[in-house]
């Protein structure tokens, strides 16, 4: 959303709500790249736009939408796409970056030169065109030769989750990798493009914070691997007893955070049977479950995509009036009862 202030009166102001490209007719290679190969700042650094609709693959007839060079040297792959959806940019992108990751300066100074008279009617030579490259790469004592990691830039409406946590685990791995949304606001006759670099930025933080609760969980399951289940510790031992109430509460996914122990969507009470499904009654429809299947049943019920969250140890994630985790007590007990033998 834009807030747009009149000049004649600063005190109000009017709320702009994004558009779309398709309703607005914007099309992705005739606008959209046109404008970023005229203003490559609007990704979010100084870019060398070095080709556009480069098609020169072997055996190949794709068309990377724009090549540029950072001010390191390096490669940038910018991949364009006007939808929200952006499906299958990631692969798209990393297809070009691995076709062009042996390229050597002096293959690119043609297409670069193709370029500058084509977009620019800038009549160079070749070595004119290399002192240019040479002067972009300002973070280099020396630019002689052109990286063989090239960078990829994807650019789009909007990212669906998917891509960005493809994004974010190719980064992990060595991969740089950035996504930025640019989302278009018409105000009046005008349409105003506001862009907005979405990896590496917030996103990135709830990934990683996923990745390491992960971690700890599956370090938490390892460790009790031995013992017996988790509530028949608990049970038997008489630390939980029918009708205590526990709740749905550590190592969530971003897409499932109870608000309060009142939502009865993530509590549950224990049942004190001993059986494969009998284990604790969900408050929220008052049927008997494993306290596993049950967590199962929440984070599939609650994914917005109905994703299958595979295989699960339901008492990391439920916890007691107290906040300890059901694992955590049952390791409690089971080491107690170890020393004492």
């Not at 930025?180 to 105003?192: A, D, L």
Request: hydrophobic fraction near 40%; include cysteine.
């Amino acid at each position: 959303m834009l807030l747009v202030v009149p000049d004649r009166n600063p005190a109000t102001f009017i709320k702009v709500e994004s558009d779309r490209f398709i309703s607005l007719n914007i099309w992705e290679r005739r606008h959209i790249q046109e404008w970023i190969r005229q203003a490559p700042e609007v990704l979010g650094e100084d870019l060398l736009v070095v080709s556009t609709e480069f098609n020169r693959f072997k055996n190949s007839d794709d068309r990377l939408d724009i090549l540029a060079l950072d001010r390191k040297g390096n490669l940038v792959i910018i991949e364009l796409k006007r939808d929200g959806y952006a499906g299958f940019a990631d692969l798209q992108a990393l297809r070009y970056a691995a076709m062009v990751s042996s390229m050597r300066l002096e293959i690119l100074l043609p297409y670069y030169i193709t370029y500058q008279r084509q977009a620019n009617c800038h009549d160079i030579d070749s070595d004119s065109a290399l002192e240019q490259l040479r002067e972009f790469v300002t973070e280099k004592e020396s630019f002689e030769e052109l990286s063989d990691k090239p960078r990829i830039i994807l650019c789009s409406e909007g990212f669906s989750t998917e891509l960005t946590t493809t994004v974010l685990w190719l980064n992990q791995h060595g991969m740089d990798i950035s996504c930025v949304s640019i989302k278009p606001h018409k105000v009046g006759e005008q349409i105003i493009i506001v862009p907005n670099k979405i990896i590496p930025l917030q996103e990135a933080k709830q990934y990683l914070i996923e990745i390491q609760q992960k971690e700890e969980a599956k370090q938490q399951v390892n460790s009790r691997s031995k013992r017996p289940t988790t509530m028949k510790v608990l049970i038997e031992s008489g630390r939980l007893k029918s009708g205590d109430k526990i709740y749905l509460s550590r190592f969530l996914p971003a897409y499932l955070q109870p608000a309060s122990r009142t939502d009865l969507r993530y509590v549950a009470e224990i049942t004190g049977k001993l059986g494969k499904n009998d284990n604790v009654r969900w408050l929220n429809d008052g049927s008997e479950y494993s306290i596993s299947y049950l967590t199962h049943l929440i984070f599939l019920t609650y994914h917005p995509n109905n994703q299958h969250p595979g295989a699960i140890q339901g008492g990391i994630y439920w916890v007691t009036e107290t906040g300890q985790s059901l694992a955590e007590m049952a390791d409690d007990v089971w080491a107690s009862k170890q020393i004492l033998q």
